[in-house]
């Protein structure tokens, strides 16, 4: 199961954008939809009304759907993609994990994305972490150190652990000062992580080509205001500097081991 909330969780709708692309892309069909009566303020997520494409004029609910899919290599693949709720959180996750039981669902996907300090200019960094000792060490993968406030992702992913599911966390960091939505780049990072992890193949035709005009967007921004591009030139040079062989744990030490013998001959 692989899901994504919009909200809190969703800088950019980098994460739900993930979402909408696999199940464009595995053809994904709605297996069922879980009563927003139960867990939404329509104060604050109202109903829509639309227009379908005969022109019949058609009332949507706000809420969550669940679809199934076949990836690649056959395996199923349930995709959740809805609105972080209003109300009564442990009987939303248990329900979702209860259609994911019945479906046969061993390994449970949370994806989210943050606000960070990080250029647009530069890969947007990525991390997948799980709770579980024995996930971590069969996927290689390290166990979060963030504490404090939760989304609906992290009480999925807490409860996905206690309910004997393969938890795994995965999240891009999006430039902060470029948080309106869509941000390609970020759902493309996104993208790759988590076919990686699945061992699957997503083709996302036409992402790249997105990324790629959303940089040069925003770099065209930048450019015009000089205080924001001297902001993102800082951002460059403090990821370059961290990502330099001169920062690794190693360089470091043996920078301080000459300083010690520096000090030893004087």
Do not use: C
Not at 62 to 89: D, N, Q
Not at 161 to 189: C, N, R
Not at 224 to 231: M, S, V
């Amino acid at each position: 199961m692989i899901a994504a909330f919009e909200g809190w969780n969703d800088a950019g709708n980098a994460a739900t954008a993930v979402i909408d692309l696999l199940v464009d892309e595995w053809e994904a069909e709605p297996l069922t939809g879980i009563d927003s009566q139960d867990y939404y303020d329509f104060q604050v997520n109202r109903p829509v009304i639309e227009r379908d494409d005969d022109g019949v004029r058609q009332l949507l609910w706000p809420g969550t759907i669940v679809s199934s899919a076949v990836m690649p290599s056959g395996r199923l693949a349930l995709l959740v993609r809805g609105l972080e709720p209003s109300f009564r959180w442990k009987d939303f996750v248990h329900e979702i994990l209860a259609m994911a039981a019945a479906e046969g669902v061993k390994e449970v996907y949370v994806l989210g994305a943050l606000l960070a300090d990080v250029p647009h200019t530069r890969a947007l960094p990525t991390s997948a972490t799980s709770s579980d000792d024995r996930v971590r060490r069969t996927m290689g993968l390290r166990q979060s150190d963030y504490e404090g406030p939760t989304g609906i992702v992290g009480v999925l992913d807490s409860m996905a652990a206690e309910g004997g599911f393969d938890p795994i966390s995965v999240w891009v960091s999006v430039p902060h000062y470029i948080a309106e939505p869509p941000s390609p780049k970020a759902t493309l990072a996104l993208v790759r992580e988590l076919a990686g992890l699945l061992d699957e193949e997503v083709v996302a035709d036409g992402l790249d080509d997105e990324a790629k005009q959303w940089e040069e967007g925003v770099s065209e921004l930048a450019e015009e205001n000089p205080d924001i591009a001297g902001y993102v030139a800082q951002l460059e040079k403090a990821r370059d500097t961290a990502e330099s062989p001169e920062a690794t744990g190693e360089a470091i030490a043996r920078e301080f081991e000459r300083y010690l013998r520096g000090r030893d001959n004087t």
